[in-house]
């Protein structure tokens, strides 16, 4: 709560500022918001690989090659 409240406080006054020298914002607010929300999917995306213990280069590879890779391959199930 309390990280949320500096980042507030101080994006209201980065705003203020910015209103103050007659500055635009660097980027329309919708489309930082819409930048912030995908980095908080991401954030939760990385948590989600990482409490079921994916191997994120196996995984890749199926994407790239189109082999499964929780089976092991014929030559390696001996």
């Not at 919708?30 to 929300?37: D, K, S, V």
């Amino acid at each position: 709560m309390k990280a949320s409240l500096i980042s507030f406080v101080v994006g209201v006054g980065v705003g203020a500022i910015y209103g103050l020298v007659r500055v635009k914002s660097p980027a329309p607010p919708i489309i930082a918001l819409l930048g912030l929300l995908g980095m908080v999917f991401g954030e939760q995306l990385g948590i989600w690989i990482q409490a079921k213990k994916l191997n994120v280069s196996d995984a890749a590879s199926v994407c790239l090659v189109g082999e499964r890779y929780d089976r092991l391959p014929p030559s390696k199930a001996k």
